[in-house]
């Protein structure tokens, strides 16, 4: 079971957008999938479509890491109504804001390490969106993490923070966990015939040289349409859509030869199975 955290320092960048939309191409690919709601607003499981009522969530993990508590958090996510296919949500908590202090303990670090260890025979991928901030709930995350993709976009600000996540992810590294290692940096909202974005792409690859992951995410309407209506962007109608669908495959690719997962089938074979 690979764990791939989802992350930024920076509100506002789409790190909850580029979850879904991995989440989406791993459906699609058939990859067996679990998506652990981690930040306290709960966008994921609202865009995942999932039902909350009588279920234990994240909060309560964190509290009681036993598996009879993880697997009452998991549910299935109104997404496998379309085919087939083994896509979870550990459901999300506004509650989650109480286990996100300033200086966990190391027992609290390793609460969701410990939670995902219960589970581990059930995925072959775990995509943890993270909370846009720096304090327990991302610290509990990298340190369950084996890679971290962290989102940005292409302006000053955004920039700064990616320097931030990095240098904290090595952190992390050095006094916690060994094994984590930055995926890279994931350049969302893109706008092509953008000077301003493309200098700032530029200073990106400048600073990071290829951590900065290929493709970079053009800025779509799709993507937001396909999540306010809780379905996946990969049968999400339109040439825009799939242009898009076909960035996170590509992303997804990298993630599953780092992370060694077998793969299923290409995307291709499973939409013609799917004939939407």
């Not at 506002?12 to 058939?30: E, I, M, N, P, Y």
């Not at 549910?75 to 202090?101: E, L, Q, R, Y």
């Not at 302006?155 to 923070?161: C, E, I, P, Q, T």
């Not at 993630?255 to 291709?268: L, N, Q, S, Y």
Request: charged residues 20%; hydrophobic residues 45%.
């Amino acid at each position: 079971m690979h764990v791939l955290s989802v992350s930024s320092l920076k509100g506002g960048v789409g790190k909850t957008t580029v979850t879904l939309g991995l989440a989406s191409a791993a459906f699609a690919r058939g990859v067996r999938t679990l998506v652990v709601d981690l930040d306290p607003q709960s966008d994921v499981s609202t865009g995942m479509d999932i039902q909350v009522a009588g279920r234990l969530n994240v909060a309560d993990v964190l509290a009681n890491p036993k598996e009879k508590v993880v697997r009452q958090a998991i549910t299935s996510s109104g997404w496998a109504k379309v085919h087939p296919g083994t896509i979870d949500v550990m459901i999300g908590s506004p509650s989650a804001i109480n286990f996100d202090g300033p200086h966990p303990s190391v027992r609290d670090v390793w609460k969701l390490e410990e939670a995902l260890a219960t589970i581990e025979a059930d995925y072959d991928l775990v995509l943890i969106d993270c909370a846009p901030s720096l304090n327990a709930l991302t610290r509990t995350a990298w340190a369950a993490s084996d890679r971290v993709i962290v989102v940005t976009e292409p302006g000053l600000f955004s920039v700064a923070a990616a320097d931030r996540a990095l240098r904290a992810i090595e952190e992390i590294r050095r006094g916690l966990s060994p094994r984590l290692q930055p995926l890279g940096l994931v350049v969302n909202r893109v706008r092509p015939q953008s000077i301003e974005h493309q200098f700032r792409i530029k200073e990106l690859r400048d600073m990071f040289g290829p951590l900065v992951l290929s493709p970079q995410l053009p800025e779509r309407t799709s993507l937001q349409q396909a999540q306010g209506a809780a379905k996946p962007l990969h049968i999400w109608p339109g040439d825009s859509a799939q242009e898009l669908a076909a960035d996170f495959d590509a992303l997804l690719d990298r993630v599953m030869r780092t992370g060694r997962i077998p793969t299923p089938a290409t995307p291709g074979e499973v939409r013609a199975q799917q004939s939407f």
